[in-house]
């Protein structure tokens, strides 16, 4: 069955709800590695499972940009209606400009409404179709917009990519794109991740976004020694 907006509404709002806090709200963040982000502020952080973490390359559905054999893999789990995400955006996107050993993953986790997750799920369906690049650009292009991203607006920009809004719809609606987005969501709660941006770096996780420079410290930091900070 055709997406319609109104269905795509409804569906979308049934993803954000049905992943549900799991064990987020459970698990504290303090700071288990004393690191500060581009504003001195701490940053909160923790050791995640291994077990855990090392599901995240199965993940269905993740945005890759970067080398596949990357010593390092940063991924981000961001909503795109977090106000934080904007700034992250440009950051993420300018250490994959400045690190070509980096690689970048980009997991959806579409908690703060529904509207977040009908453009999570046109991502999913951009990504689907014309792959990993298109779908780097349609969030570039998405959180590079003021004001608030619906269904309606991805639908949008994912016709300006130059696909039929019918193909986008019927894509978004599939078990396939319900499925992703649902382990993408289930995969943050699991992990804690309960704020918008957050990131996984080793088996570092950390709430919030330090700062282009931070981040740029810490993954240092990371290939040296496994640790956030050495």
């Not at 996780?205 to 810490?218: D, Q, R, S, T, V």
Request: net charge positive; aromatic share 6%.
């Amino acid at each position: 069955m055709a997406l319609s907006r109104r269905h795509l509404i409804a569906a979308a709002a049934g993803a954000s709800l049905g992943a549900g806090l799991g064990r987020a709200a459970a698990q504290s963040y303090g700071q288990r590695v004393a690191v500060t982000g581009d504003d001195g502020r701490p940053v909160a952080n923790s050791i995640l499972p291994g077990e855990i973490t090392g599901q995240i390359p199965g993940l269905r559905g993740v945005t890759y940009a970067g080398p596949r054999e990357a010593q390092t893999t940063l991924y981000e789990f961001f909503d795109f209606n977090c106000p934080y995400c904007r700034k992250a955006a440009a950051d993420v996107m300018a250490l994959h400009e400045s690190d070509p050993d980096l690689r970048i993953g980009l997991v959806n986790n579409p908690i703060l409404s529904p509207q977040s997750a009908q453009a999570a799920k046109v991502m999913l369906a951009v990504q689907r179709k014309l792959g990993a690049a298109a779908a780097w650009g349609f969030y570039r292009t998405l959180l590079s917009k003021p004001g608030r991203i619906d269904g309606p607006g991805a639908l949008t920009a994912a016709a300006a990519l130059g696909i039929a809004q019918a193909d986008i719809e019927e894509i978004a609606d599939s078990e396939e794109v319900r499925l992703a987005l649902k382990s993408q969501m289930r995969m943050a709660a699991d992990l804690g991740l309960y704020a918008t941006p957050s990131y996984v770096l080793g088996n570092s996780g950390i709430l919030g976004h330090p700062g282009a420079n931070a981040m740029a410290k810490m993954i240092a930091s990371t290939r040296r020694c496994d640790r956030l900070a050495c």
